[in-house]
C-alpha cells in the first residue's frame, strides 16, 4: 500500500492548432468540397460557398474545438473483451455448479432422477436466458461508452447521457493493480462526493500516466496491488466453486438455515446495488435506474425468504 502526493512533470509542448495533423485533416476535407467553388462562374460561386458551409459547419466546429482542447478519446476494448471471457467462464461453472447442487445437494436427495434433471432443465433456461439478455446489456452500454480527457475536466458520455468531472475537484485517487503491477482500474473521488471508475481501456497504463499528471498536488493518491489476479480463469472458477461449498454445508444443517443464508446473500447485494452503485460509478448514470429497481427486488425477496419460516410457525402451531 503506498500514500503519496503525486508531482506533475515538464511535458512536451502541445502542437499548435495551426500545424496539428487532425486540424490539417479537417482543413483540407473542407477545402476539397468547396474547390469546385473557384473555377464556376460569379453567381454559382456564392451558392456552392453557401451550401459547403451549411453542410459542414457543424463537423468542422466540432472538429477544431476538438483539436484546439487536445481531448484524447479511451473506449473500454479491452474491458468487453475481458467481459466477454469472464462470461464465458462462468457460463461453463454455472453449468457446473447446477449439476453439483442437483445431484450433492442433501435437501433434495429424496427426489427421482427425472424430477431433478427437470428441476435442473428449468432452472438452466430461466437463469441461463436471464443471464445471457442481462449480459448482452451490459456489453452492448460498455461498447457506446468513451471517455474524453481533456486538460481541465474529464467527460465520460454514454447514447443517452454525459457526466463531466473537473481534475480540481478531485480529492483522492485510488488505483489498483495486480501482483505483476499491470494498472486495472483508477478510482477517483471528488468534492462533489461524485465518483468514477476507469478501468477496461486498450491501454491502461498510459491513461493512467495521463491521468495522474493532471490531479492536483494537494489530492492524495493510494495505490493497492491485490494478491491475485482476477481475471485468471483459475481464480475466477474457485471464486464460483467456493460459495456452492459453503451452501451446500450450510443446506445440511437444515432447511431454515438454508432460508436465511439466500436471504442474507440477497439482502446484502440489493443493499450494496442499492446504495453503493457500483455499476453507475464504472458505466454512467444511465445504469442509476436499473440499480435502484434491481436493489429494491432484492431486498424484498431476501424479506419474503425470512417470512416463510415465520408463515410456518404461525400456521402449524
Not at 445431484?103 to 429424496?110: E, S, T
Request: charged share 20%.
Amino acid at each position: 500500500m503506498i500514500m503519496y502526493n503525486f508531482k506533475s512533470h515538464p511535458t512536451k509542448r502541445a502542437p499548435d492548432v495551426w500545424d496539428s495533423a487532425a486540424f490539417s485533416s479537417i482543413f483540407f476535407a473542407s477545402s476539397f468540397s468547396c474547390s469546385q467553388a473557384l473555377s464556376t462562374p460569379a453567381h454559382t460561386q456564392v451558392t456552392q460557398a453557401v451550401g459547403c458551409l451549411s453542410s459542414e459547419k457543424v463537423s468542422f466546429v466540432k472538429g477544431l474545438n476538438h483539436v484546439m482542447e487536445q481531448a484524447i478519446t479511451y473506449k473500454f476494448s479491452k474491458g468487453i473483451r475481458q467481459a466477454k471471457k469472464r462470461y464465458v467462464i462462468l457460463s461453463i461453472t454455472f453449468s457446473i455448479i447446477l449439476f453439483a447442487f442437483l445431484f450433492l445437494n442433501p435437501m433434495i436427495k429424496g427426489f427421482s432422477l427425472t424430477a431433478r434433471a427437470g428441476a435442473g432443465l428449468y432452472s438452466f433456461i430461466v437463469i441461463g436466458l436471464s443471464f445471457y439478455f442481462s449480459a448482452s446489456r451490459v456489453l452492448r452500454k460498455l461498447s457506446e461508452l468513451s471517455v474524453y480527457v481533456f486538460p481541465d475536466r474529464l467527460e465520460r458520455e454514454g447514447s443517452k447521457q454525459k457526466e463531466v468531472f473537473f481534475w480540481k475537484d478531485i480529492l483522492r485517487a485510488d488505483i489498483l493493480e495486480y501482483p505483476s503491477g499491470e494498472t486495472v482500474s483508477v478510482k477517483l473521488k471528488f468534492m462533489n462526493k461524485k465518483v468514477i471508475t476507469l478501468f477496461g481501456f486498450e491501454d491502461m497504463e498510459v491513461a493512467r500516466k495521463q491521468i495522474s499528471q493532471y490531479i492536483p498536488d494537494k489530492s492524495l493518491i493510494h495505490v493497492k496491488r491485490t494478491k491475485v489476479t482476477w481475471d485468471n480463469p483459475a481464480i475466477l472458477i474457485l471464486s464460483c466453486v467456493l460459495p456452492l461449498v459453503i451452501m451446500l454445508l450450510i443446506q445440511g444443517i437444515g432447511y431454515y438455515a438454508n432460508l436465511f443464508f439466500f436471504a442474507i446473500v440477497f439482502f446484502t447485494t440489493g443493499l450494496h446495488t442499492w446504495i453503493a452503485r457500483p455499476i453507475s460509478i464504472a458505466q454512467g448514470k444511465e445504469w442509476e435506474k436499473f440499480e435502484t429497481v434491481m436493489g429494491i427486488l432484492l431486498i424484498i425477496f431476501s424479506i419474503f425468504l425470512l417470512a416463510i419460516p415465520l408463515v410456518i410457525f404461525l400456521v402449524f402451531n
